[in-house]
């Protein structure tokens, strides 16, 4: 999987825009950090799923963006053999964790791989802004934001296919 | 540093809170301080003749390691040095565990890793947790800076209850402002004269009031005259010790301790990324910058001297260590003219206990290490009607203080509620566990439905996660011999130092205060409107069955009781003042110094009883 394949694949899971995930002028290298987990050793990838995963990714990546959630549904959120991995690129993007493969992350049972990626991956991890809020420990709020109500970030159709 | 050939006026067992309130005050009257701490040194908190420190750490070092920890846990900023070892919440086993502990567990590093620091006897673990490094505990703490109620001093002659304190809330009030004033607290006077608290004359917080939330607005509005058993849930900020608007003092001048506004980063509890909440370094380095204080890190005091004839302290023995990891280095002793202890509840009590074999030092009443008491918590969390917004702004700014007092104490432990700001992160895992759940509820192959990804995904998170909200119930104890703490006599840390043995378990007081929180908890979301969530906590805590329900209690990190204050020498181990009954020159302070919990938030109390030690050291030279 290249990274603009990374990246495609990850708009349509999270429902982020591909240059919301990764911008023109990235400063943050986010995508770069939480791709480079899909080729650390330490994750055990079966090399096999993660091939199956992207020809399933580049099958569908060309889907106008009205019916690519119906695709990515059928054919990876449902698919067994690789759905996940999928979760695991959910997990990274929204919490900057990667859960071990092998067990059930909701599971707190020792000794796994479960690692969070990098304090960068953290602090940008996409559940926060989501809520209308910050990761724990970064804020770059002003006293008293906390008393005026949050906008929160609209939602759209995702196109994810848009990376050249 | 070279301490053996100088006296010191005052020896300090202890750089963490207590510690580093008295080596101020101590200093600024010019007296003398060696102040032993048996962690490791926070960069910028050392003396000016020591710059080899062999380990120093600074607030980004421990930021990084918060933004890298699985759990974010109290603990999590800061690593275990098995030297002076800590507890965790992550590892508060249940007795039956700890039981299997062999008789030969003398590899601490080993044993604390898979068993936790305390060696816990039950029947109910002990909850709370504290830290060993400069700073101490002030590095976990919330920031929460309530005063006492004036009857939370005398529960026995109001209630028939617990023992008196051997003060009112009239000889501490003075005492009171100066802590306020160091802590630099933001609160409103005129929220807080509640249950008979009064202020001095045109006495004002250092800094307003914090901004209340969107959470505790709606709370205020929904709760507005709503009564539950004859009390009005009124809701009330929160008195903080973090940095909001700096209020006129009655000097005329701004209140200014040079350190930024609060930002809402919604981490007090465990760091504060940018020291807008107060933390003991602060009057650390001020005691420093005096000149007459010298600390020691990495220095473990292990035995209290004391002179079989005049029965007067005459020095403390420590152990050094070069690494966190590795065992002893050296051994020494200081020496001064007074003693003060203040390593924290546990770890004072076991120091005191491990000296002066058989008997202990300072325990004539043999109350040492006694009365062990926390605050147990019962939380109540679920989803808010409407989006209140949950992980923005300080993790607490208001609370309901109204069921603190009244005459059910006669018969069940009182509380206060403390409303939290980060959703359901302490009881439920937030917002991990509930991502997890829509992403893959099943777990390793199973998924989630069409909406557990994409914009499904997106829209699950707005709607449901920023209406999640909890409330903590601080629940009263009260002081039992049974509940108590002594050094083990299997268990040591790395430095061969016996490990805390912790005898513990919440009576029928308390057990009936938590049966009337489950009560107030369902009467406020009814009130409400509020979806409850229906589960048990992820947190490990303690749990118990009452009236054949089943309770989750967690520890508040409030450790007090094991060496307190009294009447006499037959009730208690220090006067009023903090000496001790047993030996002229020696002082005890500390959470562990509270004869009852109330139900407030121990530690403003505890720097007004220190500053009141202060005073009587400055007064006995
Ligand atoms: C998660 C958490 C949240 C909290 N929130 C609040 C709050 O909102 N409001 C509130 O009022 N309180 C709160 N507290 C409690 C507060 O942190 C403590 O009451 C306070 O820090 C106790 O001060 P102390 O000086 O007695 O102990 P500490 O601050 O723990 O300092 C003791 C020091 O002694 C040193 N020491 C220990 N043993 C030895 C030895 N043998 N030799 C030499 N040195 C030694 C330790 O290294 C440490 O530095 C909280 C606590 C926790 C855990
Ligand atoms: S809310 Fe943030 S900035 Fe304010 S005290 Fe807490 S951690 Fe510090």
């Known amino acids: ?164 | 540093m070279n301490t053996s050939n100088k006296e010191y006026d005052v020896v300090i067992v202890g750089g963490g809170w207590a510690g580093s309130l008295l080596a101020y005050k101590l200093a600024a009257a010019n007296k003398t301080v060696l102040v032993l701490e048996s962690g490791v040194a926070i960069d910028g908190v050392t003396s000016s003749d020591d710059n080899d420190q062999p380990e120093t750490y600074q607030r980004g070092d421990f930021m990084e390691t918060f933004y890298l920890a699985m759990a974010k846990t109290p603990e999590s900023p800061y690593v275990q040095n098995y030297n002076a070892p800590r507890p965790s919440v992550l590892d508060i086993r249940t007795t039956a565990e700890d039981d299997k502990i062999p008789d030969n567990c003398n590899q601490p590093v080993k044993s604390i890793d898979t068993k936790g620091y305390f060696i816990q006897k039950g029947p109910m673990p002990f909850g709370s947790t504290y830290e060993r490094r400069g700073g101490g505990t002030s590095w976990h703490w919330l920031g929460t800076s309530l005063r006492l109620l004036p009857k939370d001093f005398k529960m026995a002659s109001e209630y028939k209850v617990g023992v008196d304190w051997p003060m009112k809330y009239e000889d501490l009030s003075p005492y009171y402002d100066e802590a306020e004033y160091e802590i630099g607290v933001s609160a409103d006077v005129e929220e807080q004269a509640i249950h008979g608290i009064t202020f001095s004359k045109g006495y004002v917080y250092p800094m307003a009031k914090i901004p209340p939330t969107l959470l505790d607005v709606a709370m205020t509005t929904g709760l507005k005259n709503f009564h539950w058993q004859n009390i009005e849930m009124k809701v009330t900020g929160t008195p903080a010790g973090r940095n909001g608007t700096p209020n006129k003092m009655k000097d005329g001048t701004y209140y200014d301790n040079g350190r930024r506004q609060c930002q809402g980063n919604t981490n007090c509890t465990p760091i504060c990324p940018i020291q807008a909440k107060y933390d003991a370094t602060i009057s650390m380095k001020k005691a420093l910058m005096t000149g007459n204080v010298d600390i020691m890190y990495q220095a473990v005091a292990y035995d209290i001297k004391i002179d079989k004839l005049t029965q007067q302290v005459t020095g403390i023995m420590y152990k050094t260590y070069e690494t966190i990891n590795g065992g002893v280095k050296d051994t020494g002793v200081v020496t001064g003219k007074k003693y003060v202890i203040a390593a924290n509840a546990i770890e004072a009590a076991k120091l005191l206990l491990m000296s002066n074999a058989p008997f202990g030092v300072a325990n004539g009443s043999g109350q040492v290490g006694k009365n062990l008491m926390d605050h147990p918590v019962y939380l109540a969390w679920g989803l808010m009607p409407k989006s209140t917004f949950p992980f923005r702004g300080p993790l607490s700014t208001s609370g309901i203080e109204t069921t603190r007092d009244g005459d059910f104490r006669k018969t069940r432990a009182a509380f206060r509620i403390e409303i939290g700001n980060e959703g359901w992160n302490w009881p439920g895992g937030a917002p991990y566990t509930q991502l997890i759940n829509i992403v893959s509820p099943g777990g390793a192959v199973a998924h989630g439905d069409r909406n557990s990804f994409g914009s499904g995904l997106r829209k699950q998170i707005q709607k449901d996660f920023t209406r999640q909200f909890r409330i903590g119930f601080l629940m009263e104890q009260l002081p039992d011999a049974n509940n108590y703490i002594v050094p083990s006599k299997k268990c040591m840390d790395n430095l061969g130092i016996p490990r805390p043995e912790i005898h513990y378990d919440l009576n029928k007081y308390t057990r009936e205060g938590f049966k009337a929180a489950a009560d107030a908890a369902k009467a406020i979301f009814s009130q409400l409107k509020v979806e409850n969530a229906n589960t048990p906590p992820v947190a490990t805590g303690g749990q118990f069955k009452y009236d054949n329900v089943t309770y989750y209690s967690q520890g508040a990190g409030h450790v007090m009781g094991t060496h307190r204050m009294g009447f006499n020498k037959y009730d208690s181990v220090t006067n009023a003042d903090m000496k001790s009954w047993d030996h002229d020159n020696l002082y005890i302070v500390g959470c562990g110094s509270f004869p009852t919990t109330a139900t407030a938030n121990p530690t403003l109390t505890m720097s007004a009883l220190c500053f009141k030690a202060a005073d009587a050291i400055i007064k006995s030279f």
């Open chain 1, 1 to 164: 999987m290249t990274l603009d394949e990374f990246v495609g694949l990850s708009a349509a899971l999270t429902g982020y825009d591909a240059d919301v995930l990764k911008p023109s002028a990235d400063t943050q290298r986010v995508s770069e950090a939480l791709y480079a987990e899909l080729s650390n050793p330490d994750n055990k990838i079966s090399p096999a799923q993660l091939q199956q995963l992207t020809d399933t990714w580049n099958a569908i990546a060309h889907t106008p963006a009205a019916q690519l959630e119906d695709q990515v549904w059928q054919q990876i959120v449902q698919n067994p053999a690789i759905n996940r991995l999928a979760q695991n690129i959910i997990y990274m993007w929204y919490l900057g964790i990667w859960y071990d493969l092998g067990k059930n992350p909701n599971s707190f049972a020792t000794p796994n791989n479960d690692h969070v990626v990098s304090s960068v991956a953290y602090i940008n991890g996409l559940v926060w802004g989501e809520m209308g809020a910050h990761p724990m420990g970064f804020s770059t709020g002003d006293y008293g934001y906390w008393a005026h109500t949050p906008t929160l970030p609209a939602i759209n159709a995702v196109s994810a296919a848009v990376l050249k």
